[in-house]
């Protein structure tokens, strides 16, 4: 069985339940809190397997000695932001506390009991003005493994009937576009065919992209509720961003086109947003050629213009339109018609 891990970012507040969402992973969902104290990065870990049913928080942050943290555990359709526990209980939620060591030591283990058998789980993670959360599912990885002969073999077709088929358990109640989500999956199918994890990953991604076409959640939120599910921390870049770039990122992620994985989505769509917010035409100079390098797109025309004079009238003339430009296609077509 696969590991799979992702980032969480800190979030700061009163010692309460927040609903900040991120998925965890299937089979091991594992999300951390994590951050530095004079260069030596503490960490704290919780994580769900599902082949043995045992959610786990560990890890140590050494300034939180002796205090507590608390595990809310519940279906992902009951609200744990509430903070009367005993009526959370009524609902069959799972609640703990256990007391840090001394040295800022955390490990305890909780078993799911037999009422826990919803297909997906929102878990909150409270430590002094530290909270995490996460929702996991209850579906392990293995049970994936029947599907992907049909899958890989079968392209968009066999996507359409795996996103439909309600016996994987994946669905979470939720209208989507199921057709997206399995456009997505095969789309980004490794060249040697999905594995049951990039299987998981894909339609995990491709939902919660989904969710953003249609609005019912913005880029940020997905970045958060989904970041077990990506092989980086993005919802920790997307916070640093400024808001109107934040804006622009996720009408970007709106008009965009899926391409062959995330990490080129993402990084497409970041840069038709600095390039749609830029302040003026020395900005998207800027902008525009760091994506045109890191990316080897040809500048051979651009570098013939050898006058800089004229180089400078192509970016003046792209920063007069440049609001416009709302896809990746649509300004590097703009940019090869002023070089034309």
């Known amino acids: 069985m696969s590991t799979n891990k992702g980032g969480i970012t800190l979030k700061k507040g009163f010692i309460q339940c927040i609903t900040l969402i991120i998925s965890a992973m299937l089979v091991f969902a594992q999300t951390y809190m994590v951050f530095a104290e004079e260069q030596q990065e503490s960490k704290i870990s919780a994580q769900y397997d599902a082949t043995t049913d045992i959610f786990s928080v560990s890890g140590q942050i050494p300034e ?48 799911l009991p037999e009422f826990a058998n919803k297909p997906r789980y929102t878990y909150t993670v409270s430590l002094d003005k530290i909270v995490i959360s996460a929702m996991f599912s209850t579906v392990s990885e293995e049970s994936l493994s029947p599907y992907l002969s049909a899958v890989n073999s079968g392209g968009l077709s066999a996507a359409k009937d795996f996103v439909a088929n309600s016996e994987t358990g994946l669905d979470d109640g939720k209208t989507k576009n199921k057709d997206f989500i399995a456009s997505y999956i095969n789309t980004v199918k490794p060249e040697g065919g999905h594995t049951a994890k990039t299987l998981m990953d894909a339609y995990m991604i491709g939902e919660g992209l989904s969710y953003v076409k249609s609005g019912e959640m913005n880029i940020g939120e997905v970045l958060t509720e989904y970041e077990s599910y990506l092989d ?80 400078d009238k192509v970016f003046n003339e792209l920063y007069e339109t440049c609001k416009n430009k709302k896809t990746l296609t649509a300004i590097l077509d703009a940019f090869n018609a002023e070089v034309e």
């Not at 509430?82 to 800022?104: H, N, P, R, Y």
């Not at 770039?245 to 497409?268: G, P, R």
Request: aromatic letters at 10%.
């Open 64 to 111: 939180v000695s002796k205090k507590f943290v608390t595990v809310i555990i519940a279906p992902q359709t009951i609200d744990i932001t509430s903070d009367k526990t005993d009526a959370l209980a009524d609902d069959g939620v799972i609640i703990k506390t256990e007391q840090v060591d001394s040295e800022g030591k955390i490990d305890f283990k909780i078993k």
């Open 232 to 311: 980086k921390d993005y919802a920790a870049e997307y916070e640093k961003l400024p808001t109107d770039i934040k804006q622009a990122l996720n009408e970007a992620f709106v008009n965009d086109v899926v391409v062959e994985n995330f990490d080129t989505t993402f990084n497409n769509n970041l840069f038709v947003a600095k390039y749609t917010t830029v302040d003026n035409s020395t900005e998207l100079k800027e902008v525009l050629l760091d994506y045109i390098e890191k990316n080897n797109i040809s500048l051979d025309e651009f570098n013939e213009i050898n006058n800089a004079v004229y180089e």
